[in-house]
C-alpha cells in the first residue's frame, strides 16, 4: 500500500510543479501583451500627431501664398473686393503658426524653423500693406513697381525651403515610431508564440506523468485491495463473535457484523470512540477499560470476562482476548480483539436480571410452587416492599386472587397448558400494597425457562387511573345514553364507516325497527341518500372538514322506514369525540306534517291569488259589461228627454226625467264602483315619489272647482315618499275636491301639511274650514256609498272617500277624520318616508 | 255628392245613436251600416248583395264584433291595396290598453273611445265630423 | 268624480318641418291651447329619424306620442321619413298625421298608401294654421286614444 501512496506523492508533486510552471508563463505572457497595447496605442497616437502638424504646415503655407495671389488682384483692377481673400489669410496665418509651435514644441529644431517663418511672414505683411497702400494713393503703376523687387521672391523661396524642411523632418520622426513600432509588436509575438509553446510542453510533461504514476499506483493498489478483500471476508463471515480492532488507547478502528450483531451498534455509530463506552459506568469509573489494555500490552495477550453495555442500555456478558500488536520496531500500534457473547449460557439469568431492572412496569418471576423468585425495583415500588421482604413469598401476598390459581394444573389441564393459556392477555386483577390498600392491576405474563423448570414471568401494570378514567367515560356514556333516550327527536349516532353505533328510542320508532336492527347497520339503509355522502371525504375536503360543513344545518332528506316506505325528514348534525374517532350524531325530525302544511300553504297562497284576480276581473267586467245597456238606457232616455220635451204631458215629463236621472245615477255609481276596483287592480308599485308633485298635480285637475269657489288651497313643503303617484294624486284630489265641496257659506281654504313621526313615516293632514262631520260618522263616512247629505245638497256618489281609505291602506296606512261641525274638518294619513329600506 | 262613412257596429242603439249625432252634426253624411265583420268586409268587396256599395270616404269600426272580429277586419282592410287607403277609425267601448296600440300596430288611422255619456259622445261624433270630414284631406275614389 | 289626469305628464309630439316660421307658430299655438304638450323639432328627414332612433345626440330623446310631418324638406324628405317610420315594427304605432302644404292629390294618394294616420293640407294663411294645429290638438291630443309608450304588450 504504501509504495502506491509514495507514487501518488510523487504524482501530486509533478502536478504541482507543472501548474506552477503554466501560471508563470501565463503571467509573462500577460505581462508582455499588455506592454504592447500600450506601446501601439502610443505610436498611433504619434502618428495623429505628426499627421496634424504636416496638415498645419501646409495650411501655412497656403495661407502664405494667398498674401501674395490676393494682391495680385487687387493690383490690377484695383478693387476692394478683391482684397478679401487677402484679409482673410493675414488674419489666421499667425494663428496658424502660433499652432505650429505648439505642435512641435518638443522638436527644438522644428521649434527654431517656426520662429523663422514668423520673421518671414511679417516681412512680407509689411511689404504687402506697403503695396496696397501704393495701389491706392497711386494706381497700378505705382503697386506694380513697388512688388518688383528681388526681396519678394527671395521670401517666397526662404519659406518654401523652411516648409520643405519641416515636412522633411516629420516625415522621418513618422518613419522612426513606425520603424519603432513594428519591431515591438514583433517581439511581443514572438514571446506569445514561445509562451503558448512552452506553456503546451509544460502540460504534456505533467500529463505523461501523472498517466505513468497513475499506472504505476493502480497496480499497487490492486494488490493491497486483494490481500483486503481476503481478510475482510473472513472478518465477516464470524457473525457471532465480535472481531475489531483498538488503537493504542482503545478506540475503535474495525467492526463486524458479530460486532454489530452483539452490541448493536454499527460501524459508523462506534467508529473512533473509545471501546470503554460499551463498559457499565462502575468499570469506566474504575478504569477497567484501560487497565484490560495495560495488562494485554503488557502480556502481549489478555482474556477477560465481564459485563458490557449494548447500545439499547440492557448489559451482557462477554468473553473477549485481547492481542497487543506492534510494529516492527516494537512500538504498540493497537490491539486485536474477539470477542464472544456469554449470553446463551448460564449467565444469561444475569442478562434477564438487567432486563428486569430495566422495565418500566413491575415485573416479578414466580416459580411453580406460586412463589416470588424474582422481582425488579419497580415492584418494590408498586408494592411499596423490599426486595428481601418478597423474595419467596407466595406471590397470592400482592395479588390474592387471580393469578397463581391460573397457574396451577388441574384435571383439566396441564400447567403448561394452564400457562399456555394465560399468555399474552392482559388480565385485570387486584394487587395489595404492603399496606394492606388494594389498586387495580393488569399483569401479562410470560414464560421463562431456567434450570430450576418453567417460571412464570408477569409484568404488572397499575390502572387505577385508567380505570378511574373508564368509569368517568361510562358515566358519562351513560349521562349522553339518557340525553340520547330523553330527546323527542330521533337520534342516531354513526360513526366514520357511515353505520349506526347508538339510537334512542325515538329512531326505533319512526323507522319502525328494534334497536338491535340498527346497531352496526349502514345508516344508507335508512337515510338512503344525502347522508353519508356528506360525511365522506372526497378530493376536496377532509373528513373533518366535510363534518364541519354539515353541522348545524339543517338539511331536507328522506327517511326510509323498514316497511320501505319514505317519509320527509329534517337532518341536524353534530359531532361526537369518542375513543373510536369522530362520530356523527344526527337529530332526525319527520317534517311530514310541517311539508304538508308548507304545501297547503302554497296552494291557499295560489287559491288566494287567483280569486284576487278573479275578483278585480269580477269588478271590471261587471262594471264594463253593466256599463253597455246603462249607456243605452241613459242616452236614449235622455234623447228622449231633448226631443219630446214639453210635447207630451208633464207626468211624461217627469217620467223621463226620472229616468234620465236614475240612469245617469247608475252610471256614475258604476263608474265610482270601477274606480274603486281599480286602485287594487291597477295599482303600481310603490316607489319614491314626489307627494308635492302628485299634490300639484291633483290641484291642476281641480283647477276648474278652484277657480269657481274661489278656494285659497295652501300647503307647507311637502316630502317625497313611498307611493303610486296616481293614486297619490287621487288621494289628494279625492280630500280636497270635499272640501272644497263640502263648504259652507265661505270662501274654502284648505291647508295641507306633512309631518314627520316615528323617524320613517310621515303624518299628512289635509286641514279645512268646511262644514265639518258629526263624531258619530266618523267612520262611517270612509264607507262605500256612504253619503250623510241629500242629493239636493251635495252631489256625489259617497265613493270618493272609500277611495281614498283604499289608497291608504294600499299604502300600509290608515286614514283618519278629525272633525266638529261647524268647525271644519282635518283628515290625516300616514305614508313611508322614500328613504327608508323596510 | 254625400259623404259615405261605413259603421261597423253590432249594436243597434248605438248604431241609431251615430246616426243621430251626424244627423245633427253634418246632415250630408250617409252612414253605411254593417252588423258585422263579414258585412263589413263584404260590403267593402262590393260582394253579394252589396255589389254597387259606394266606396266609404271613412270607416267607423267596433272592434268586438261577431263572426268576424273587429281587429281581424281592420288586418283585412289594411292588408288590401285599395282599401288600405280609406281612413279607419277605431270606434269602440274598450280603453284597454292592449286594444289601442294591437289597434296601431294595424294601422287603424285613429283610436276612438266610446263615451258613456251621450252628450260626450255627442261631442266626440262633432270632433269626427270636424276633423276627418271637414280638416282632413280624404284619398280622392280613384279605381287603383 | 274626476279621474286623475292624463298617465303621463307631458305629450311628445315631434314635429318635422323645414320652415322655422311655421314651426314656431305651432309652438305658439300648442303653448296655448294645451300645456302639456312638449313639442320637439326636427328641420329634416335625417334629423327625424336620428330623434325617432334615438342616436347620437338624441340618445335621450322621449318617444312622441304624435308625429306631424311636413312632406317636402332637405335631404331627406317627408315620404321617406314617413315609410320609414311605418315599415319600423316599434315605430310604426306613433300616428303620423301628414301637415303638407303640397296641393297635389299624388301626394295625399301617396302618404295614405305609406299609411299615414291622415293628411292636412297646411293652410297659408297664418289664422287657418292657428286654427289647423288646434283642430289637430283638439281631436289628436284630446279625443284620440294615443297608444301609452310604457307597456306595450308583446
Known sequence: MSRAMTTQWQTNRNITAAFAAALAILIVVGGFSYRN??????????????????????????????????????????????????????????????????????????????????????????????????????????????????????ITNEFQAIVLAMQKEEYRLLALRKAESISDVTRTKIILIAGTLLGLLVTCVAGWSVLHGSAQRQAAELATLESEERYRRLIDGVQDHAIYMLGPAGEIRSWNPGAKQITGCTWEEVAGQNFSRFFPPDDIKSGRPQEILRLAAENGLYEDQGVRVR????????????????????????????????????????????????????????????????????????????????????????????????????????????????????????????????????????????AEGTLVTAAIRNISV??????????????????????????????????????????????????????????????????????????????????????????????????????????????????????????????????????????????????????????????????????????????????????????????????????????????????????????????????????????????????????????????????????????????????????????????VSAKMNGGNKWMFSVKDNGIGIDAQYFDKIFGMFQRLHKREEFAGTGIGLAICKKIVERHGGNIAVESQPGHGSTFSFALEDSQSTT | MPIEVLLVEDSTGDVRLTQEAFLEENPTVHINVAVDGVEAVAFLQRQGKHADAPRPDLILLDLNLPKMDGREVLALIKEDDSLKLIPTVILTTSDAEADIVKSYQLQANCYLTKPVQLEDFEVLVKSINDFWLKQVKLPQQLQF | MEEAAAHKRYVEVLLVEDNPADARLAKEVFRDVNSSVRLHFASDGLIAMAFLKREGIYADAPRPDLILLDLNMPKMDGRAVLARIKEDDDLKIIPTVVLSSSEADADVLISYRLRANCYLRKPAQWDEFDHIIRCINAFWLSKIRLPRQLEVPA
Do not use: C
Not at chain 1, 393 to 421: C, H, M, W, Y
Open chain 1, 37 to 154: 497595447i500600450l506601446v501601439s496605442d502610443e505610436s498611433s497616437k504619434w502618428v495623429e500627431h505628426t499627421r496634424d502638424t504636416l496638415k498645419n504646415i501646409q495650411m501655412l503655407r497656403l495661407s502664405m501664398e494667398t498674401l501674395s495671389s490676393g494682391l495680385r488682384g487687387y493690383i490690377i483692377s484695383g478693387r476692394e473686393a478683391y482684397l478679401d481673400n487677402y484679409k482673410a489669410a493675414k488674419q489666421g496665418i499667425e494663428p496658424l503658426r502660433l499652432a505650429l509651435l505648439d505642435l512641435t514644441a518638443d522638436n527644438p529644431a522644428q521649434q527654431s524653423r517656426v520662429a523663422a517663418l514668423g520673421g518671414l511672414i511679417v516681412e512680407r505683411l509689411e511689404r504687402t500693406e506697403r503695396v496696397i497702400v501704393l495701389r491706392r494713393n497711386g494706381g497700378m503703376d505705382a503697386a506694380v513697381a513697388g512688388v518688383r523687387d528681388e526681396r519678394g521672391e527671395a
Open chain 1, 311 to 450: 447500545k439499547d442500555g440492557t448489559r451482557f456478558l462477554i468473553r473477549s482476548t485481547i492481542t497487543a500488536s506492534r510494529t516492527a520496531a516494537g512500538e504498540l500500534s493497537g490491539f486485536n480483539a474477539i470477542s464472544r457473547d456469554l449470553s446463551g449460557t448460564k449467565e444469561s439469568e444475569a442478562k434477564y436480571r438487567g432486563l428486569m431492572e430495566a422495565a418500566p412496569d413491575a415485573m416479578v418471576v414466580v416459580n411453580q410452587g406460586g412463589e416470588i423468585v424474582l422481582l425488579n425495583v419497580q415492584a418494590e415500588k408498586q408494592f411499596d416492599y423490599r426486595r428481601d421482604e418478597l423474595l419467596g413469598q407466595k406471590v397470592t401476598n400482592i395479588i390474592p386472587e387471580g393469578f397463581a390459581e391460573r397457574l396451577i394444573a388441574d384435571d383439566l389441564r396441564s400447567e403448561k397448558d394452564a400457562l399456555a393459556q394465560q399468555i399474552g392477555t392482559g388480565i385485570e386483577l387486584i394487587a395489595l400494597r404492603k399496606d394492606k390498600s388494594e389498586f387495580p392491576i393488569e399483569i401479562m405474563l410470560s414464560p421463562l425457562e431456567s
Open chain 1, 466 to 751: 385508567r380505570k378511574e378514567a373508564e368509569k368517568f367515560l361510562a358515566q358519562m356514556e351513560g349521562k349522553y345514553r339518557g340525553l340520547l333516550e330523553a330527546a323527542p327527536d330521533a337520534m342516531v349516532v354513526v360513526n366514520q364507516a357511515g353505520e349506526i353505533v347508538l339510537l334512542n328510542i325515538q329512531a326505533e320508532k319512526q323507522f319502525g325497527y328494534r334497536r338491535n336492527e340498527l346497531l352496526g347497520q349502514k345508516v344508507k339503509n335508512i337515510i338512503p341518500e344525502g347522508f353519508a355522502e356528506r360525511l365522506v371525504a372526497d378530493g376536496l375536503r377532509s373528513k373533518a372538514d366535510a363534518l364541519a360543513q354539515q353541522i348545524g344545518t339543517g338539511i331536507e332528506l328522506h327517511g326510509r322506514r323498514k316497511d320501505g316506505s319514505e317519509f320527509p325528514i329534517e337532518l341536524m348534525l353534530s359531532p361526537l369525540a369518542s375513543d373510536n374517532g369522530i362520530l356523527v350524531t344526527s337529530a332526525i325530525r319527520d317534517i311530514t306534517k310541517r311539508k304538508k302544511a308548507e304545501v297547503h300553504l302554497m296552494q291557499k297562497m295560489d287559491e288566494l291569488n287567483r280569486s284576487n284576480e278573479e275578483l278585480g276581473q269580477f269588478a271590471y267586467i261587471a262594471s264594463h259589461d253593466l256599463q253597455e245597456p246603462l249607456r243605452m238606457v241613459a242616452s236614449y232616455t235622455q234623447l228622449l228627454a231633448r226631443r219630446y220635451k214639453g210635447k207630451l204631458d208633464s207626468d211624461a215629463d217627469e217620467f223621463i226625467a226620472f229616468a234620465v236621472d236614475g240612469a245617469s245615477r247608475m252610471q256614475r255609481l258604476i263608474q265610482d264602483l270601477l274606480l274603486y276596483s281599480r286602485v287594487q287592480t291597477k295599482g303600481m308599485e310603490l316607489r319614491e315619489t314626489s307627494s308635492e308633485e302628485a299634490f300639484e298635480r291633483a290641484l291642476q285637475n281641480l283647477r276648474g272647482s278652484i277657480q269657481e269657489s274661489g278656494a285659497v288651497v295652501t300647503h307647507e313643503a311637502l316630502p317625497n315618499v313611498q307611493a303610486d303617484e296616481m293614486q297619490l294624486a287621487q288621494l289628494f284630489q279625492n280630500l280636497v275636491g270635499n272640501a272644497i265641496k263640502y263648504q259652507g257659506s265661505g270662501i274654502p281654504k284648505i291647508h
